[in-house]
């Protein structure tokens, strides 16, 4: 079946630290990749997508690069901020972008508190 | 910009009660989902929508029932509401082209 594992949290980085997330998936087929971001209080918002192998999403000075080999999509920051405090979510579409009902599976959460 | 606006924020029930939930969007999105968020479980999908008139079950269905009787809204209910229906609950919308999903702001649950 379609899943998608990330490292437990919580993530505590002093700022300008650079950050990593892990993310791994499992799909059948080819998958959209994706990370939201959730601010305390809020809902999820789209960070950055990757529709297809080796596609390098970014946004805000995160990154993440589709790995089909190893079916990985680890979130990056090189310096990070006290306002990126959030829990990040990885998420996949199993379907893609072809006409899906765009039913994301998603990650348990990584939580990231960063420090001054 | 309102996007998409859930309505109640918070809300304590006792088991047994009922209640709905309602969701509405003013993106004209062909897409409607209802989320519950549980720790350590990530988000889950508990039914959808892929236009006016139509629902489907998601990932946890049960427990939950759904409508989509106008595009702009999405309805959630709990007909006998259990301790395990305690949750917060997240509606998100998406248009058929994009993939992109946005999110409201969330209904805290409490069943007690």
């Known amino acids: 079946g379609n899943s998608v594992t990330q490292m437990e949290g919580p993530v505590t980085l002093s700022e300008e630290a650079f950050l990593t997330i892990n993310c791994t998936y499992t799909a059948t087929g080819y998958p959209s990749l994706f990370w939201y971001v959730q601010y305390p209080g809020e809902g999820l918002q789209l960070l950055l997508k990757a529709t297809k192998a080796d596609d390098k999403g970014s946004n805000k000075g995160f990154e993440a690069t589709y790995r089909k080999e190893t079916t990985s999509f680890h979130l990056e920051k090189g310096s990070v901020q006290v306002s990126d405090s959030a829990v990040y979510f990885c998420?996949?579409?199993?379907?893609?972008?072809?006409?899906?009902?765009?039913?994301?599976?998603f990650g348990t959460g990584t939580l990231l508190a960063v420090q001054p | 910009n309102a996007g998409v606006t859930q309505t109640p924020k918070f809300r304590v029930l006792k088991t047994g009660q009922s209640m709905t939930l309602l969701c509405a969007q003013d993106?004209?999105?062909?897409?409607m989902y209802w989320y519950r968020q549980d720790p350590g479980m990530g988000l889950r999908l508990i039914h959808y929508?892929?236009?006016?008139?139509?629902?489907a079950k998601g990932e946890v269905p049960d427990g939950y029932n759904v409508s989509r009787l106008k595009k702009q809204n999405f309805l959630l209910g709990l007909e006998s509401a259990a301790p395990s229906q305690t949750s917060v609950y997240f509606c998100a919308s998406s248009s058929r082209r994009v993939e992109k999903l946005f999110f409201g702001s969330g209904t805290q649950l409490s069943v007690l």
């Open positions: 929508s892929v236009g006016e008139g139509t629902t």
């Open positions: 998420a996949l579409n199993p379907l893609g972008g072809g006409g899906a009902t765009n039913k994301l599976i």
């Open positions: 993106m004209n999105h062909e897409y």
